[in-house]
DNA sequence: TTTAATGCAAACTATTTGCATCACC
DNA sequence: GGTGATGCAAATAGTTTGCATTAAA
């Protein structure tokens, strides 16, 4: 019951690249539509709601206009550089013993958080684009 | 040399207000059209922008696809609720310790952070909202 | 035949800009 | 008159949806 999903299934396929954990929509189409010869905007766009929908992306907010996501299991911090935008996981897990007392806090039910760091990446500070 | 300028004025106070510290751009006009009789929302929109150019004003993303301000002084990390929206400060500084960590960890040279909890306030979860 | 993915185009939302006007200095 | 704030309208950017087509099962 199912015609074939070559954008869908690139999507996917994307999402599981080891080199590569946050996308935008528009990244995406240009690496699939250069895959498989053309892809439309808004079929890579369904094919990726229809992950968050599945609850195997989420959606982050980068600041720069643009919705990015990535796996829900690769949740972690981001970095993003000032001046050439480049974003970086954030390794560890600052916020373990943070939750709790913000509950406490502010009487809400933690159930997800978003942390984004900005500044300057080694590259650019090394190159003095700054 | 300056003409009246009510709308950036409006919007300045508004930003003073303590009851209130963030503000998406539609939020201000509706205000500030009311207190004045009208004022067009690229009215609005360039008075903040002002005040983000001359560094009064930051920009949040709180994930809802619309811009959001804050008076620069009053930088803290926000919590949402999932259910209705509303958006309260989390007192206290989660990431006093964590920045130089992470600045070891990854090379940046951090300039700012944005922190955003999602969850259930606790009025959502009283009335079972949810 | 039924189902679901796709492409194209258009609608929609929010932001941003061009331009004429207007009020103050 | 000169300067800058304002309103109106339109341009822009990104997201989302309608619809016809198409390729399987």
Redesign the pocket.
Known sequence: ?????????EVRLLFSTPDRHVW???ELQQVVSAS?G??????V???V?GMQREGLVDRIDLGD???HFELREDHHEHIRCDSCGRVVGVPGCILENATSAVESDTGFTITSHQLLFSGICPDCSATAHN
Chains 1, 2 share one sequence.
Do not use: E, N, Q, T
Request: charged share 25%; aromatic share 8%.
């Open positions: 019951m199912a015609p074939p999903s070559p954008v869908r299934d935008s929509i528009d498989l053309g892809a439309d905007y808004s079929s766009f369904r094919a709601a206009g643009k919705a």
